[in-house]
T-cell receptor
Framework: AQKITQTQPGMFVQEKEAVTLDCTYD???????LFWYKQPSSGEMIFLIYQGSYDQQNATEGRYSLNFQKARKSANLVISASQLGDSAMYFCAMSNTGNQFYFGTGTSLTVIP | NAGVMQNPRHLVRRRGQEARLRCSPM?????VYWYRQLPEEGLKFMVYLQKENIIDESGMPKERFSAEFPKEGPSILRIQQVVRGDSAAYFCASSPVLPPTDTQYFGPGTRLTVL
């Protein structure tokens, strides 16, 4: 069975500091994709970053980077230089050749001024 | 290039009524997915469709729920005889190619409230 685990229900970070949101996954498929989405209080799902299972380099998108450790099956999101607008729910997701996306339960991030 | 569009954004129904949720994928995207998000939870997969075909409906309740993606027009998620437990946010996503090599782009969601 495919599974995504986010163990941090809530996180706090000081503005301008970096924060790491944890995500571990479980799959037996050799080919899969890992994603992070942001869901602000307005409710929409905003795509942040993607990492393919065969990618050698960690993905980066602006202030977002994905710390991909394949052997440990972890795909942590690192947000550098946090901003007040980063306060939101963050969801880790995985897709495989079975067409579905599997989502974790999310981490609520609060950026403190 | 417009993103994924969903309407209505908010829908209120009384128990026993029907709810119809619409989703127009991004231009050029032929894969559509529906997800349900209950309060305080992550998104749960419901169904995956391509034009005129249901590819995977393993996450869809067997009764009262149906989905279609006709040759012309938006994808429709239909919930018959709604109950209070159907109250949730329903998200549609689209992608241009098969997973896992590309992301899914989400619409703004439809928030269904059943009174």
């Amino acid at each position: 069975a495919q599974k995504i685990t986010q163990t941090q229900p809530g996180m706090f970070v000081q503005e301008k500091e970096a924060v790491t949101l944890d995500c571990t996954y479980d799959t037996s498929d050799p080919s899969y994709g890992l994603f992070w989405y942001k869901q602000p209080s307005s409710g929409e799902m905003i795509f942040l970053i993607y990492q393919g299972s065969y990618d050698q380099q960690n993905a980066t998108e602006g202030r977002y980077s994905l710390n991909f450790q394949k052997a440990r099956k972890s795909a942590n999101l690192v947000i550098s230089a946090s901003q007040l607008g980063d306060s939101a729910m963050y969801f880790c997701a995985m897709s495989n050749t079975g067409n579905q996306f599997y989502f974790g339960t999310g981490t609520s991030l609060t950026v403190i001024p | 290039n417009a993103g994924v569009m969903q309407n209505p954004r908010h829908l209120v129904r009384r128990r026993g009524q029907e709810a119809r949720l619409r989703c127009s994928p991004m231009k050029g995207h032929s894969h559509v997915y529906w997800y349900r998000q209950l309060p305080e939870e992550g998104l749960k997969f419901m169904v995956y469709l391509q034009k005129e075909n249901i590819i995977d409906e393993s996450g869809m309740p067997k009764e009262r729920f149906s989905a279609e993606f006709p040759k012309e027009g938006p994808s429709i998620l239909r919930i018959q005889q709604v109950v209070r437990g159907d109250s949730a946010a329903y998200f549609c996503a689209s992608s241009p190619v098969l997973p896992p090599t590309d992301t899914q782009y989400f619409g703004p969601g439809t928030r269904l409230t059943v009174l």
